[in-house]
């Protein structure tokens, strides 16, 4: 498979073999968001707290947006 037809075998590996074991995935992220936020907009630190959505925010761009979208929008209120 080319990269034109999507990630090759070599790809998914490497992703795979990337993947921070604590991550949660998307779905339990953001079951979560709202108090990750809210713990670092009171000045705490979440990800001691909940490991597996720091890990999880680090890896996936779309949440990582929603969550700087929604601290954004908790902190500028």
Do not use: K
């Amino acid at each position: 498979m080319n990269h034109a037809d999507g990630p090759t075998l070599a790809d998914r590996l490497r992703l795979f073999l990337e993947t921070d074991p604590r991550d949660v995935g998307c779905e339990r992220a953001m079951e979560l968001l709202h108090v990750y936020v809210e713990l670092r907009a009171a000045g705490q630190a979440p990800e001691e707290r909940y490991p597996g959505i720091a890990a999880h925010l680090r890896a996936c761009g779309p949440c990582s947006d929603e969550y700087e979208g929604l601290l954004a929008a908790v902190t500028e209120l």
